[in-house]
């Protein structure tokens, strides 16, 4: 038995403009240093990855990604200093959300279902 | 900015057999005394809501729901004990996950991104 844990961020809006998607891919485009092949990889149209991160810097108040045009490499995308520094918060916050859940399992069921591990994609 | 949080119990198959969905059925079937009724209040086709039911028994071990043949008001449906012991710890754990899912934001973001309320639907 495992947990599938999952935390996003909403705006008053009800929209959830962050969270495990727009994390993959900026982590993507962080190894890949292009938007369209970052989704590509991930099996989503460009224009929805686009859509992804507009949507996630207007409501976060930054930029995420920065293009390059032409030079070596004839240009690409790649994150700016705010998106790594979410990136990494939202990786430590994932993962002590993922040990809370554990843990609060073990409290709130230990005696009524099976030991449970958490299930959380790294 | 609101948190949207979420927690569900999955099997080595990959299968998520109980969480939010099925807990608020469970809850309409308490209130409505017929799975018909709760399903047809969320707006589930009454197969679907039967075969989430089943699906959460098989892997849970116990029966949820209990059925009443004929007698006073023409029988229908109620949870059994075991069922009734999920929803009160479910709902106790969803609370404390989203209490600490509140918590740990203001340790890993509060320098950095705006102040968050959790949004777990009462």
Redesign the interface.
Known sequence: ????????????NGL?YF?EGPYRLLRMVEEMSSLRAAAQCMGMAYTKAFHLIKQAEEN?GFPLIKRSIGGKGGGGSSLTLEAK??VR?YE??RA??DH??EE??Q???SD??PE?SS?YRK
């Open positions: 038995m495992k947990l599938r844990f999952g935390v996003s961020f909403e705006n008053d959830r969270g976060l520094e979410l918060r430590a916050y002590a959300c809370m859940a609060l399992y409290k709130h069921f009524f279902l449970a299930n």
